[in-house]
């Protein structure tokens, strides 16, 4: 109901997509047509697929990707001179003239020139940070230049929209650090966007966190076989003690503003129907780690890139890192009407994670805890939900919170570099049992569970450290201790055997009576087709499609004072003589 009154409200006082002169340059974006060349083999997309190059928390990725002499490009389409001057794309002509072999040799890792144009400057190769047998998130063979509907994501309303009522459409972005996922909720309804038209998955909702710079400085989603430079690890400036490096934001601000543009897109191809005949007014939920939150500079950075993001993905020139720092020196926090959005918000992923369960029956108020395991990172925080009697919103105080590389990618990299196997992961992939992995390879499952147990070790570490801070200086007083404490495990790893055995270990030696959670079944959905374990993942982005102030009031951890309960002293009895003197 307050969910629905306020989409009510937003519907009279919109801007409805309100598009500004230094948003449209006078050029259309050109558009590359035509399949792209793979040298990689396309088929067997299974456990042997390759594993994500991820870094750590303040380290961003840049690779110089080489050119195969083998490989073979896609022709060339030459466009007419009226085609460039109107912007779009002509016919085109296949050139006949023969491309040149690149002489390169394979290096990973290397750093930009600083005094090459266009090209950004991360980390240097010692600070890389990849799992042993990594290989790509984004493979070659997936790549695809954006299809030709995803053009239509330049206008902020639908093509032949733009008029009538208005009709508030709020898009969540879940952005990883290795998959990102995207909801989009409009007229009471939720839609999961897929990438079909970036990627060469048709059924994918997961998103590669990689961009690939061509020669000419063009930048697109994914991984181009003939590519200058890729990009990954695009989540750097917004981790805890990160750089603020003008590239590593530039380069989260090219790919959001790809996801943004193809989200608008997406939803005026696959729903038609639905926002015809009416004025969008747009909002944005960034999802953001909780380590973060307390940060009001990182909070602000969030707003800044995702604002940046959004004036570039209405550009109609090219989108170049240039471009991106342009739209990063002219935008300013607070310039939302400008740009035509009605609000950009970053949320606490573990807020949006469970603004479905504090809305189910299955709701229990007080302490609870969260342990994410995605492919990067595990996330834990400890948090209470709580609502004040006289107030109609839930609010969120976070205790304590911790966000490690110890994600499903460095599991399977563990197990991997003590094999010495050359094998690759898929990050996507479900992460087997070592029994199963053992059987793959072809070694005894004893050895993989060694690598296990010490992989659990550290992950216990970090779930331990969290409850342990909670429970003796933060909310020593919670019902939870003795009475069960309510937690929530989630992300790609949450079915995986060493995290759910982590948890219920720290739990036992804690002596905490654990409750596992599960997340309640998503309403409002169309078009689903995910199973569970896909379905569990989009949590988050689900979350983030809720109005903001219906999710909740988040209280920063900084802003709560820690609760010592001193220890009591010592009880002395006192004898008969000292009870009854005479």
């Excluded at 390879?441 to 050895?447: C, F």
């Excluded at 709560?560 to 009895?573: G, K, M, S």
Aim: net charge neutral; proline share 8%; hydrophobic share 40%.
């Amino acid at each position: 109901m307050i969910e629905d009154l306020k989409d009510q409200l937003k519907r009279w006082l919109s801007h409805g997509g309100k598009v500004t002169p230094a948003a449209t340059p006078s050029a259309k974006m050109p558009m590359p047509r035509g399949p792209a060349a793979s040298s990689e083999p396309v088929g067997d997309t299974s456990w042997k697929s390759g594993v994500t190059p991820l870094a750590p928390s303040g380290i961003a990725q840049s690779e110089s990707v080489a050119r195969h002499d083998e490989l073979q490009p896609a022709p060339v389409v030459r466009r007419s001179p009226l085609a460039r001057a109107s912007g779009r794309d002509g016919p085109g002509v296949p050139s006949t003239a023969k491309p040149q072999q690149s002489t390169k040799t394979p290096v990973q890792h290397l750093r930009a020139p600083a005094n090459t144009p266009g090209k950004p400057v991360f980390a240097r190769e010692e600070l890389s940070f990849a799992a042993p047998g990594v290989g790509p998130i984004a493979r070659s063979a997936d790549f695809r230049f954006p299809a030709d509907w995803v053009e239509a994501g330049l206008d902020l309303q639908s093509p032949g929209g733009g008029a009538g009522k208005a009709l508030p459409v709020r898009i969540g972005i879940d952005f990883g650090t290795a998959y990102t996922k995207v909801s989009i909720r409009a007229a009471e309804q939720v839609f999961f966007l897929h990438w079909d038209g970036v990627f060469g998955d048709d059924e994918t909702v997961f998103l590669p966190g990689e961009l690939c710079q061509l020669d000419g400085g063009s930048i697109f989603l994914g991984r181009a076989p003939d590519a200058n430079s890729v990009l990954s690890h695009l989540k750097l400036p917004f981790l805890p003690g990160a750089s603020t490096d003008a590239d590593a934001r530039g380069a989260a601000v090219v790919f959001l503003a790809w996801v943004m543009r193809y989200a608008r897109a997406w939803l005026y191809r696959e729903q038609a129907a639905l926002v015809q005949r009416r004025r969008l007014a747009w909002e944005v939920n960034i999802g953001c780690p909780t380590t973060a939150w307390g940060s009001r500079n990182v909070v602000s950075l969030y707003r800044h890139v995702g604002l940046s993001a959004w004036r570039l993905s209405q550009s109609l020139s090219e989108i170049t890192m240039l471009a991106a720092r342009d739209a990063l020196n002219n935008t300013a926090v607070g310039s939302e009407s400008e740009i035509g959005l009605d609000g950009l918000y970053p949320i606490p992923e573990f807020v949006a994670q469970i603004a479905s369960y504090a809305r189910s029956p299955q709701r229990h108020d007080g302490l609870h805890l969260l342990v994410d395991c995605g492919a990067g990172t595990l996330d834990v925080v400890t948090f209470n939900v709580h609502r004040q009697p006289h107030e109609d919103f839930d609010r969120y105080p976070i205790f304590s919170s911790a966000v490690e590389p110890l994600g499903t990618h460095f599991l399977m990299g563990a197990r991997l570099a003590a094999m010495q196997m050359e094998q690759s992961w898929d990050d996507g992939a479900r992460v087997p049992s070592a029994e199963e992995f053992g059987q793959r390879l072809g070694v005894a499952s004893s050895s993989i569970e060694e690598v296990d147990r010490d992989f659990l070790t550290r992950a216990k570490g970090v779930i331990k450290n969290v409850l342990l801070h909670t429970r003796q200086r933060r909310s020593p007083l919670a019902g939870a201790w003795e009475n069960g404490l309510p937690y929530f495990l989630t992300g790609g790893g949450s079915f995986c055997k060493v995290y759910r055995d982590a948890v219920d270990q720290v739990c036992a030696e804690l002596r905490v009576p654990g409750r596992h959670t599960p997340f309640p079944q998503f309403q409002a959905i169309r078009g689903n087709s995910l199973g569970e374990g896909d379905l569990h993942r989009m949590s988050v982005a689900f979350g983030l499609t809720y109005d903001k102030e219906v999710i909740g009031r988040i209280v920063p951890a900084e802003e709560i004072e820690d609760l010592i309960i001193p220890p009591q002293p010592a009880r002395t009895w006192l004898d008969r003589d000292e009870l009854y003197p005479k």
